[in-house]
């Protein structure tokens, strides 16, 4: 079974490297961080990987369909 990113692909990196260091800090730290959005102070599971692949736009973390956390 493939890993998949948040977006729903498999993971895409193209850079060997950078997925390596990835999963490295994962291993460490896990796969998740507690992110706050600072327009509506929500926190939310981000995924390492989806940072990792995509970036996070403060403004937009509201939007990305991450789990909330209470």
């Known amino acids: 079974m493939k890993d998949l990113c948040h977006c729903?692909?498999?993971l895409h990196y193209t850079c060997k490297t950078t997925e390596?260091?990835?999963k490295r800090i994962i291993h460490e730290k896990g796969r998740y961080i507690a992110?706050?959005?600072m327009e509506t102070m929500k926190k939310y599971k981000?995924?390492?990987h989806y940072i990792a692949l995509h970036g996070i736009k403060g403004d937009l973390l509201d939007q990305y369909g991450?789990?909330?956390i209470k």
């Open 46 to 48: 981000v995924d390492r």
């Open 20 to 22: 390596e260091l990835i």
């Open 35 to 37: 992110i706050t959005s």
């Open 66 to 68: 991450f789990e909330e």
């Open 8 to 10: 729903g692909q498999p």
